[in-house]
């Protein structure tokens, strides 16, 4: 446990539907990413925030997708109208600015999204 | 964004040293390497890092090539627990990771 949570770990949706996930990070990492990961492949970037500001926002995250991290704590993730090409695993990430261990990310567990 | 290559899987014998191998031609100066691993249905841990000097720590050893284009991880005496996919990644800037498909290791009993 890397004391990075999210929620839910499952998530079956048909498509069509809206899903929103949640990352709580840990407490005194300002840093947060989200993460997608397809079946075979690693995770790719989606996005990226310092404290509230979100500073870096992918290709890959779509006029569907949005994501806000309100007071700097935890974040969330919503996709819009799902498509079956969203199923995926969703992956948060934290960190400090001035790490121990470099510019180590701590993973939380993922979310694994299915879209029927 | 610097990219790494590694070799898609390996194999290796319990109890038995393994050597995984990364190339990252295009590192620059400011880049460290980092190396983590990903068991099934579990987000990536992290398992070592570098910059320039090798690294030992409780779960592996980081060799790193006198001109930084090349590492390898080094895991000292496999176990069945150490299969996982094993990502190098190259950090800096704003630190988002750009993960390759990884080498899948396989360990046999």
């Known amino acids: 446990d890397t004391g990075v949570s999210q929620d839910p770990r499952h998530k079956i949706t048909k498509r069509g539907q809206n899903v929103t996930f949640r990352c709580d990070p840990i407490s005194e990492h300002n840093r947060l990413y989200w993460y997608r990961q397809t079946l075979g492949q690693g995770p790719e970037f989606l996005t990226y925030f310092q404290n509230e500001a979100q500073l870096e926002k992918s290709r890959l995250l779509s006029d569907r997708f949005s994501a806000e991290r309100p007071k700097g704590s935890f974040s969330t993730l919503e996709i819009q109208r799902t498509e079956q090409g969203d199923s995926a695993m969703y992956l948060c990430?934290?960190?400090?600015?001035?790490?121990?261990?470099?510019?180590?990310?701590?993973f939380g567990p993922g979310t694994r999204l299915t879209v029927l | 964004d610097a990219k790494t290559t590694q070799p898609n899987s390996m194999e290796s014998n319990e109890e038995e040293p393994v050597h995984l191998p990364c190339n990252h031609s295009t590192i620059s100066g400011t880049d460290y390497i980092h190396w983590y691993r990903q068991l099934p249905s579990q987000g990536p841990e992290y398992v070592i890092h570098?910059?320039?000097s090798n690294v030992n720590n409780r779960m592996a050893s980081l060799a790193i090539a006198e001109d930084r284009k090349s590492s390898t991880l080094i895991l000292h005496r496999a176990t069945l627990r150490d299969a996982a996919v094993y990502y190098c990644?190259?950090?800096?800037?704003?630190?988002?990771?750009?993960f390759g498909t990884g080498t899948r290791l396989k360990v046999l009993a």
């Open positions: 570098g910059l320039t």
């Open positions: 990430a934290s960190r400090t600015p001035r790490g121990l261990r470099g510019n180590e990310q701590f």
């Open positions: 990644i190259l950090t800096s800037g704003t630190y988002k990771y750009i």
